[in-house]
C-alpha cells in the first residue's frame, strides 16, 4: 500500500520510518489531496492527531522553520501513517483539513493558538486554549522560557480575600466535596 500511495503523490514526496511508522513529507500545496485520498481510497479514516513544531533551532533555514503533522489511522488495517509538511517562518500558512476530518476543527486551532500556524478557510479560526487579544505564541522556540510576565496578572488570593476566608475556616473543602 505504501508504495502506490508513494506512487500516486508523485516525486514531491520522501519517506523514511520512525521508530516503525511510515512518515511521508511532503510540501504544503500537496497536503489538501494527499489527506483526502488518503481518507476516501486508501481507509485512513481517522485523524488521530494534527500538531505543530518549531525547529528553529534544529538547523533548518527559515523556510522550514514550522511542520505541521498529521497523524492518520486505518482501523481496518490497523495502520498508522504520519504526514508532515514544513511551511516557511514568514508566512507560516496552510489549507485547512477541517473539511476532511471533523476533529481537525480543534486541533488546528491549538496549533495556531500555540504557533501562530494559519490555517486557510479554517471554520473558526481563533485561539482555543489562550485568551483573545493574547500577544504571541507561547510554543515557538523564541517565546521567552520564563514568559512576558503573564503569571504576574493573575490573582492572588490571601486570608483578607473572601475565597481566604473560606481557606480560613475550612469551607471550601466542604464546598468542594
Partial sequence: MLDEIRRRLGDAVTHESVCGEDVLTLSPDGMPAALRMLRDEFGFALLADLFGMDYSRGGNPPERRFAVVYQLVNLVERRRLRLKTFLPEAAPEIESS???????????????????????NHPNLKRILLPEGYEGHPLRKDYPMQGRGERDAFPKYTTETPLGDLLKQGELKERLA
Wanted: glycine share 8%; net charge negative.
Fill in 98 to 120: 477541517a473539511g476532511i476530518w471533523a476533529a481537525a476543527d480543534w486541533l488546528e486551532r491549538e496549533a495556531f493558538d500555540l504557533y501562530g500556524i494559519v490555517f486557510r
